[in-house]
């Protein structure tokens, strides 16, 4: 239902508002830049719908090393120290519930009293603008489940990078095709 309607959505704003995207700063999983930023339909609005091709990877990839420390932890990434950490396994959430979060959560205008706000403007890739939608996921992210019960940061890297430096990254830390 949720795919449906923001399928839906996406595919009506895409008719309705095209334009000529902007480039902005993005890093590649290599860690190289690009000038590309997302395509997506315009939006100024801070409520409704967030666009998902305006939320990078994870940067985790829940489970990774399982036990490998202590029993319970898996593999995450501090972007701040740029090294491991153990994280829970349940750690990052599917995109699926964490896109349906942060939708409720910027609908809602806040989390758990942190005021949230996400520009869906694609074209829009100016620093303060992807800092602000940086801390609108890791706020969602740290309380995913109620006021503190989420989960940290180094399971998102990528989110505490855009929240940083206002970059676009899809980086992989930890799982699979890490380049960390």
Partial sequence: MHFFTSTLL???SATALAFPTQPGRRTTCDGSS???APVAAASNSTSGAVNPALVPDFGVVAGT???AQQAGSCDGFAAA???KVLIPCT?????DSFLAALNKNVAAGQVQGTP???NNNAADQSTATNQQRGTAMLVTLQNLFGAGKGCPAASAPNFAVLQKSGTFSSKVFVGPGATA
Avoid: I, W, Y
């Fill in 34 to 36: 690009s000038s590309a």
């Fill in 81 to 83: 120290t740029n090294a």
């Fill in 116 to 118: 949230v706000k996400f």
């Fill in 65 to 67: 090393n399982e036990g």
């Fill in 10 to 12: 996406l595919a009506l």
């Fill in 91 to 95: 750690c990052p959430p599917s995109r």
